[in-house]
């Protein structure tokens, strides 16, 4: 059983940064892959990206691609998105989740997740 827990979103202006980040509780973190979802009003909810257990891979939707950097540090038991170069699209729910299997793009793929962080791009 993993518990996710996300922190750092807010209100930051366009072309801005923000550190979001996923605590999770649990001895078994470092088996799981932990990617990023993030769901707009109106909008389905779109992968952004994920790393493997090791933090050795990593895989970003082009959306975000070179904007967006995910890290983990598995004796913290978290796992980090840096988000720079911010646009008022990148305005969403933010979320993180673990999955046992990789590379897993799809929601359907995850099994645990968190309760999300709002992340608000103001132009």
């Given at each position: 059983?993993?518990?996710?827990?996300?922190?750092?979103?807010?209100?930051?202006?366009?072309?801005?940064?923000?550190?979001l980040?996923?605590?999770?509780?649990?001895?078994?973190?470092?088996?799981?892959?932990?990617?990023?979802?993030?769901?707009?009003?109106?909008?389905?909810?779109?992968?952004?990206?994920v790393?493997?257990?090791?933090?050795?891979?990593?895989?970003?939707?082009?959306?975000?691609?070179?904007?967006f950097?995910?890290?983990?540090?598995?004796?913290?038991?978290?796992?980090?998105?840096?988000?720079?170069?911010?646009?008022?699209?990148?305005?969403?729910?933010?979320?993180?989740?673990?999955?046992?299997?990789?590379?897993?793009?799809?929601?359907?793929?995850?099994?645990?997740?968190?309760?999300?962080?709002?992340?608000?791009?103001?132009?």
């Amino acid at each position: 059983q993993v518990q996710l827990v996300e922190s750092g979103g807010g209100l930051v202006q366009a072309g801005g940064s923000l550190r979001l980040s996923c605590a999770a509780s649990g001895r078994t973190f470092g088996y799981y892959a932990v990617g990023w979802f993030r769901h707009a009003p109106g909008k389905e909810r779109e992968f952004v990206g994920v790393i493997s257990k090791t933090g050795g891979s990593t895989y970003y939707a082009d959306s975000v691609k070179g904007r967006f950097t995910i890290s983990r540090d598995n004796a913290k038991n978290t796992v980090y998105l840096e988000m720079n170069s911010l646009e008022v699209e990148d305005t969403a729910v933010y979320y993180c989740a673990a999955a046992p299997s990789w590379p897993p793009l799809r929601p359907d793929n995850y099994n645990y997740w968190g309760q999300g962080t709002q992340v608000t791009v103001s132009s």
